[in-house]
């Protein structure tokens, strides 16, 4: 036993009997609950376990579940230009620093060199879909100069900073993970071409607002607790989405990879199965992913600390069973 620590059951400052330590402290004496003392550490873990979490899938960008939900109603835009929204939401700079699309190193991005970023090589496809971005205020023009024209980008749509309260508190907000996004949009294999198509990867982004806050998982509810969400089957998402035959939807799910790494999976039993999206790509909560979460996605945890230079074991850091 530490010397001047004593175990010992006691009322707390409720009155409650509680077990705890009593600990003399210059001829004071506090009593401190076992289950406080729990509780901290609890606090401590999961706040370290978020700030590694956070290192890990690096600066995010938030949309909102409304937004994508109108989104995917909007016959104005193919799939493939919304995805071309999604990509170019993760260069939004902070709402006090004027919502500009800019690089990671502080450049901002031209007009002219919007085509080249997107790597779209029809010039007049170009045109037809920055047009409408215009149109539909998802983008302004600030001209500086004949070949310098700032592009300010529609917060409704993407947004770095402080959520609004409303956002926050109608549990609207979708965190979407800059790099990885971009890799996704950019991957090349090894002959040059595009791994996914502009078209194929809005299936990932049409799904974020069925995305459970903390499970993850795809559901009717996301704003219910995990046990009255209802998950969504593989032929429910095909229904809602209008896809005639549900193995179609399923291909294009599993056909999202980034770095030959799942970002949804299964997770099936004899009573139920969940679809789970990869926190290190989208992600809803503001507390570290639960462990049984990450297990799912181990490899990309492992990719990402590779990437970034830390060691470790990585269910050591993340604290995966």
Request: hydrophobic letters at 35%; one cysteine or more; glycine letters at 6%.
């Amino acid at each position: 036993m530490v010397m001047g620590i004593i175990p010992a059951r006691m009322p707390d400052e409720n009155g409650e009997i509680v077990d705890g330590r009593f600990v003399p402290d210059n001829e004071q004496y506090t009593i401190i609950s076992m289950e406080k003392e729990a509780n901290k550490k609890a606090y401590l873990r999961g706040k370290e376990n978020k700030e590694l979490f956070e290192e890990l899938a690096g600066r995010f960008t938030f949309t909102l579940s409304s937004t994508i939900k109108e989104l995917n109603q909007d016959q104005r835009f193919t799939p493939a230009e919304k995805t071309r929204i999604m990509f170019l939401g993760t260069f939004v700079t902070y709402q006090e620093q004027g919502s500009y699309l800019r690089h990671d190193n502080g450049n901002f991005i031209l007009k002219n060199r919007l085509q080249e970023l997107l790597e779209i090589k029809n010039k007049k496809e170009f045109y037809n879909f920055y047009n409408k971005l215009v149109e539909t205020g998802i983008l302004s023009e600030e001209i500086k100069g004949k070949s310098k024209i700032y592009l300010k980008w529609n917060s409704k749509y993407h947004f770095k900073g402080k959520p609004s309260s409303s956002a926050q508190k109608e549990k609207n907000l979708v965190k979407t993970f800059d790099m990885q996004v971009r890799e996704l949009y950019k991957e090349k294999n090894e002959k040059g071409k595009a791994v996914h198509t502009p078209n194929n990867l809005y299936t990932l982004f049409m799904v974020l607002p069925y995305i459970h806050p903390e499970a993850n998982i795809l559901c009717k509810h996301p704003g219910n607790d995990l046990n009255t969400c209802e998950p969504l089957t593989i032929n429910e998402l095909a229904e809602m989405f209008g896809f005639s035959r549900s193995n179609d939807l399923k291909k294009k799910l599993f056909k999202v990879m980034l770095k030959g790494l799942p970002v949804f999976t299964i997770q099936q039993n004899a009573f139920v199965s969940h679809i789970l999206v990869n926190p290190f790509v989208v992600y809803r909560s503001s507390k570290a992913p639960n462990p049984a979460l990450l297990i799912h996605f181990r490899d990309t945890a492992v990719r990402l600390m590779t990437n970034k230079g830390i060691t470790g074991i990585p269910e050591e850091l993340l604290h995966i069973k």
